[in-house]
């Protein structure tokens, strides 16, 4: 699979929260469509300057599918469409408000550091998981 049609997951590369979400990412997406990359990385931040997103955006997840764009709750729904097992029957959550889901997402978002944890550097990928990260 070549990058141009793999799904970009961009995170919070110091977040707790955010490295685990992505570690739970890659143990359930065997055949790679999923690659990843820290907001603070300057491949992060070249990807959000390619989609017209502002370079401080550290407080949402971003997916990029193509020239699709999803941040915060829709693309943690969009995320989910692609995972095994039940996990997209989340997109069921589509039928709340965008507005309600965002302030929920914003609401974890703003408080992850204090109820997660945060590093004093992105995150590095292993060996194993090198291919997976931009």
């Keep these: ?4 049609v793999r799904s970009i997951v961009l995170f919070d590369g110091v977040c707790n929260l955010c490295n685990t979400s992505v570690n739970f990412l890659i143990d359930r997406d065997p ?3 999923f690659v990843f990359g ?4 300057e491949e992060g931040l070249a990807v959000l300057r390619k989609h017209g997103l502002p370079e401080h955006y550290f407080d949402s997840i971003v997916l990029i599918e193509g020239k699709n764009v999803w941040t915060a709750s829709d693309a943690v729904l969009e995320i989910s469409r692609h995972m095994p097992g039940l996990w997209p029957a989340l997109r069921v959550f589509r039928i709340i408000p965008k507005t309600i889901r ?33």
Excluded: H
């Design 31 to 33: 055949e790679g469509r």
């Design 102 to 134: 965002d302030a929920v997402y914003n609401w974890i978002a703003a408080n992850r550091y204090r109820w997660f944890g945060k590093r004093e550097s992105c995150r590095l990928p292993t060996p194993e998981d090198r291919s997976r990260f931009l």
């Design 1 to 4: 699979m070549t990058l141009s």
């Design 38 to 41: 820290a907001l603070q990385s």
